[in-house]
């Protein structure tokens, strides 16, 4: 496989089965923890998927975490279901067991096991360092930011296929909105306190752009399962019709479907048409914050995970959602009528009805009933 260029996109017709399962978990909300294997193809794909992660392969330091990682996770799987583990899977390093996870047998559900609980020990030794170190939110948003930045900045210069780019941090008096149009009124149920839009030229180009995300920026396992609204893409039917991604539609993990994931907003119109979802990206604590920190937790490594919200759409279906009952100053009145009610009335007498009926399909069944959005500024 030849390496991609960073300044370039992946065409539909160039995906790989991996590429395809990748969008797809993002797309549906899924967990990488229910996967069955991995398919990387090579140590390129290798190196693009642990970059993604935010680590630095050819860092010694780095390499150091992640081996760490592979053996604690070995320790928990023996301690806890007395799981076998071949000597040699216990030898390969985690670049190697990335690709043994990736192949067939025995070893490989041995490999993505342990990479599943590598997963997770991960996630949960990050989130203990962060709450650790000397960093407000706003110092962790201000690393995101600059992460987000940087990366769509270069897309932009390379002309890339994407005509509007939005980032910011919600509003205070936005949060109090959102907080009090929600059963759940507590700050803990906003996912969106970062945001980023992008807008793309065509309906086609979304997948490519979301990859290359999704392999530049944030890793597609770290998306927040049970938080993603796709209302534009049924995906089964979309990969159809095109002769190269109908052959691996097929091969995918996850059972693909045409289901379209709606969003539990009450405020967004029937018409609105979006694909959102929440990622908790990684991003590199600077060394002096690091140095800060307690010793013993120092050897957890430099990278730490934020939560951001990433919204994307075509233009034309961006003109539409400006349109008529789907555009945002309509949601913002429904939404503010609704909790002007709530706040003088309580919940005993009906709030002013949305326009909001029957969602454009079927969400699956076992959807999170957690906090979503479909709008940019709520």
């Not at 789907?326 to 326009?355: C, F, T």
């Amino acid at each position: 496989m030849q390496t991609q260029a960073v300044g370039s996109l992946k065409r539909l017709e160039e995906f790989s089965l991996a590429d395809l399962e990748s969008v797809w978990l993002i797309l549906a909300g899924r967990s990488v923890i229910d996967w069955r294997r991995l398919n990387l193809e090579d140590d390129e794909d290798v190196r693009v998927f642990l970059g993604s992660q935010g680590f630095l392969p050819g860092d010694e330091l780095d390499r150091a975490r992640l081996e760490e990682l592979k053996d604690t996770a070995i320790d928990y799987l023996r301690r806890q279901f007395q799981f076998p583990i071949p000597r040699a899977i216990q030898r390969a390093t985690v670049a190697e067991l990335l690709l043994v996870a990736s192949a067939k047998g025995h070893r490989q559900l041995c490999g993505c096991t342990i990479l599943k609980a590598m997963h997770i020990i991960h996630h949960v030794e990050a989130r203990e360092l962060l709450f650790s170190l000397a960093m407000s939110d706003q110092d962790l948003f201000r690393l995101i930011e600059e992460r987000v930045y940087r990366l769509v900045g270069h897309m932009l210069a390379a002309g890339l296929p994407i005509t509007e780019f939005v980032g910011g941090r919600k509003r205070r008096d936005s949060i109090y909105t959102k907080l009090l149009s929600k059963a759940d009124a507590h700050s803990s149920a906003v996912y969106d306190k970062l945001r980023f839009r992008i807008v793309t030229r065509t309906r086609d180009d979304i997948l490519p752009v979301l990859l290359f995300l999704s392999q530049h920026l944030f890793p597609f396992n770290y998306v927040v399962p049970g938080e993603s609204i796709n209302t534009i893409f049924p995906f089964r039917s979309y990969c159809s019709d095109k002769p190269h991604l109908a052959g691996l539609v097929d091969r995918a993990q996850g059972n693909v479907a045409d289901d379209l994931v709606a969003g539990d907003n009450k405020f967004s119109a029937d018409s609105y048409r979006i694909i959102h979802f929440v990622v908790d990206l990684p991003v590199r604590v600077p060394d002096e914050v690091l140095l800060a920190a307690p010793e013993n937790l120092r050897s957890l490594g430099p990278v730490v995970f934020g939560l951001c919200e990433f919204q994307m759409v075509d233009a034309g279906t961006e003109e539409a959602n400006e349109r008529g009952d789907a555009a945002h100053a309509k949601y913002k009145e429904r939404q503010r009528d609704a909790v002007m009610s709530r706040l003088k009335l309580g919940i005993d007498r009906k709030a002013p009805r949305s326009s909001r009926g029957t969602a454009p399909s079927k969400s699956r069944p076992g959807k999170s009933k957690g906090p979503k959005s479909s709008r940019g500024d709520e």
